[in-house]
């Protein structure tokens, strides 16, 4: 870390742009230092929108065929152990990159994607779905995040298989041999020293 100090005589007879670098740069440190704690809403978070099931299954209807999009849609639904009562849902952006392995510039192609399929929807170019904090979080309304989750269950329950959800064991055809995976011995004849 290099650290430099100048003083208000320095700092005006800089040039503008190193004047509004400096500025940005200090602005971004003050902010970091008073950023907010993780589990509050975002500053503009009355704007965000309730997003009905309804709505949220005709979201994914209108950008099913955008791999990504769609893969961050359904991620907005993941379980993170939020309070059911608050009124936002908080998603950590880093876990959102990570589980999508996408990168910030990707991951906000994909929300600005989804956002327009939403105002598209709703006819109102302001509609917004999605608040955003200092210490690294998006948020949806909590109904949003209730909307997309009851849709991701129903794909999941529509895409497995019936024998799936069965309590009876699966009858495997006799001539299947699977190969036995792990040690080439019996483990418990091994004295432990």
């Not at 099913?64 to 908080?90: C, I, M, S, W, Y």
């Amino acid at each position: 870390m290099t650290s430099f100090t100048f003083t208000i005589e320095d700092l005006k007879s800089a040039p503008a742009d190193v004047r509004r670098w400096l500025l940005g740069r200090i602005e971004s440190d003050l902010l970091t230092l008073g950023s907010l704690p993780p589990n509050s809403p975002p500053v503009h978070a009355l704007a965000l929108a309730a997003c009905t099931a309804d709505e949220a299954a005709r979201i994914f209807e209108s950008i099913k065929d955008d791999f990504a999009a769609t893969h961050v849609f359904l991620e907005l639904a993941r379980e993170t152990g939020n309070d059911p009562a608050a009124q936002f849902h908080p998603i950590n952006v880093d876990t959102l990159t990570r589980n999508t392995r996408l990168d910030g510039r990707l991951l906000v192609s994909c929300l600005r994607t989804i956002n327009c399929a939403f105002q598209e929807l709703r006819d109102d170019p302001r509609a917004t779905l999605f608040g955003f904090d200092q210490a690294n979080h998006v948020y949806v309304h909590e109904t949003t995040y209730r909307s997309i989750r009851d849709l991701w269950l129903t794909l999941v329950r529509l895409h497995t298989p019936a024998e799936a959800n069965s309590a009876e064991p699966v009858d495997w055809p006799p001539d299947f041999q699977p190969r036995q995976l792990g040690p080439s011995e019996d483990v418990a004849t091994h004295r432990q020293h």
